[in-house]
């Protein structure tokens, strides 16, 4: 085997025949074909673009789709529960999808008295650290479902049933540190 044998003749018009020759085995230089090119340039040009999509521009990572997935198996292990005491409200208003549906309750039932940012009006502050009422999980949820007697404040509990009392209560507490 030598790197230096002899090149064979090359004929014209034929692809060039790269310097090295094995065990007597030359090879042609042979431009990659188009179609190869184009698919290598292609697959590069996507893995870019499907790169920037999922890592950067809002795709979310497979970790948070798991997170997100298990959060909303939680959720409907604690909705099923039906009895919420403080630890399970607690862990609720850490809970993204509870607290989304939460949101939602708040925003068309709550919010004409209590604000958009939960800073009071009509009704009371649910976001500062004063509760008049009592400020335990259960019994804020006691007050929405049963409402405060004498006050604005209606019982929200018939309307609204046990899961979106505890959801919107989850809400609330989500604006508050856990203790
Ligand atoms: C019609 C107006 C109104 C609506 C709607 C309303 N509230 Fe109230 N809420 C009040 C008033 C007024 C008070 C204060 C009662 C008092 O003076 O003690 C209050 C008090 C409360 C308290 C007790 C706060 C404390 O400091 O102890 C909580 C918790 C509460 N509301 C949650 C809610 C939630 C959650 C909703 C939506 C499901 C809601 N409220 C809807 C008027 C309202």
Redesign the pocket.
């Known amino acids: 085997m030598s790197a230096h044998a002899p090149q064979p003749p090359q004929k014209p018009g034929e692809d060039p025949i790269r310097p090295h020759v094995f065990d007597g085995i030359a090879e042609y230089d042979k431009r990659l074909p188009n179609w190869w090119l184009m698919t290598l340039y292609a697959s590069i040009a996507f893995a870019v673009v499907y790169w920037m999509a999922t890592q950067h521009f809002g795709g979310k990572s497979d970790g948070e789709k798991v997170t997100a997935h298990i959060q909303g198996i939680r959720a409907a292990k604690l909705a099923a529960a039906g009895s919420y005491d403080d630890a399970a409200l607690w862990e609720m208003s850490r809970n993204a999808s509870i607290v989304a549906a939460g949101a939602a309750?708040?925003a068309s039932?709550?919010v004409?008295?209590?604000g958009a940012n939960l800073e009071g009006g009509?009704?009371?502050?649910?976001a500062d650290a004063?509760?008049?009422?009592?400020?335990a999980p259960t019994t804020?949820m006691r007050?929405?479902a049963e409402g405060?007697a004498g006050?604005?404040?209606?019982p929200?509990g018939p309307m609204?049933g046990p899961k979106k009392?505890a959801e919107?209560?989850a809400f609330?507490l989500s604006k508050h540190p856990a203790p």
Request: hydrophobic share 45%; aromatic share 10%.
């Open positions: 309750t708040y039932t709550c004409a008295c209590h009509i009704g009371l502050n649910l004063q509760w008049k009422h009592g400020g804020i007050a929405v405060i006050t604005g404040m209606p929200w609204l009392t919107v209560t609330v």
